[in-house]
């Protein structure tokens, strides 16, 4: 069974202005022009009464020959992974327990517990890769025992390398879009992180600082949100905690991330 798409949320592009209507999809996701937009005047997250991931055990999947061949690849690899060993138990996880459920669910550090690369003789993603053989293949290494069978807190981090573009609904990244997070059945979390290649994912960052933030990004739109809209979501502006701030950074545990947005502060933190 196929992921619900009728809000599958992507880090937009940070430059490029066009909008993508998917057969499948109720709105329009505008993508930014050139610089981050400001949040719009009336951002609020709403809590929609599902499921949040209180305790984020990722899993992280670098698919692609160049993250075993490559040295730069290998480094970026390393450096992502250590990424998540720090944000992961840092101030960037605290701030996210103003959305926590009173009696319900309590948003608190995770860990990294685990990383694999998707070596050549597996399957390949080839040079181009679309959301639904993704979702397929996810399912097929979890049946095979080749990931772990995943519980409430898990999620599945998947790196592509940087020959291959991902499509999702009519739109490619590095044209659409720079990444995005979503559940299979509602209850097996991923996100899609393509090797930024261009400058509308890039934004002017060296490519490991451009994959933490949008890394970032996903990470805590996927604790609010694992489900979208289920979460906490802004209903009027069709927006997550990350879409809101999306292309604002500051520097947490020594990685570059992304403001997140704060319905106590009023803003992005």
Request: aromatic letters at 10%; hydrophobic letters at 35%.
């Amino acid at each position: 069974m196929q992921a619900n798409q009728s809000r599958k949320r992507i880090v937009p592009l940070f430059k490029g202005k066009r909008k993508i209507s998917r057969p499948d999809d109720k709105e329009h996701v505008e993508l930014f022009e050139g610089r981050s937009d400001a949040p719009p005047a009336n951002a609020q997250l709403t809590y929609n009464g599902g499921a949040l991931i209180q305790n984020v055990e990722v899993y992280t999947l670098f698919w692609g020959n160049s993250w075993s061949a490559d040295a730069a690849m290998i480094s970026t690899m390393n450096n992502i992974n250590q990424f998540f060993n720090d944000i992961l138990v840092s101030p960037l996880l605290d701030q996210l327990s103003e959305y926590n459920v009173a009696g319900q669910y309590t948003i608190g550090y995770g860990k990294l517990v685990g990383t694999q690369v998707i070596v050549l003789g597996s399957p390949q993603p080839g040079s181009t890769i679309d959301d639904t053989t993704i979702q397929s293949t996810i399912q097929n290494w979890v049946a095979s025992g080749a990931l772990p069978t995943p519980d409430a807190n898990s999620l599945y981090f998947i790196y592509l390398d940087n020959q291959v573009k991902v499509t999702m609904g009519g739109g490619a990244s590095c044209t659409d879009f720079c990444g995005y997070h979503d559940a299979i059945n509602n209850n097996l979390y991923y996100a899609v992180m393509p090797y930024p290649s261009c400058y509308g994912c890039l934004g002017g960052l060296q490519p490991i600082d451009a994959l933490t933030g949008t890394s970032s990004h996903e990470l805590c739109e996927a604790i609010t949100d694992p489900a979208p809209p289920s979460g906490w979501y802004d209903n009027a502006n069709n927006m997550e905690i990350g879409d809101i701030c999306a292309w604002t950074f500051k520097t947490v545990a020594g990685h570059n991330v992304q403001n997140e947005w704060s319905n106590a502060a009023k803003g992005c933190i």
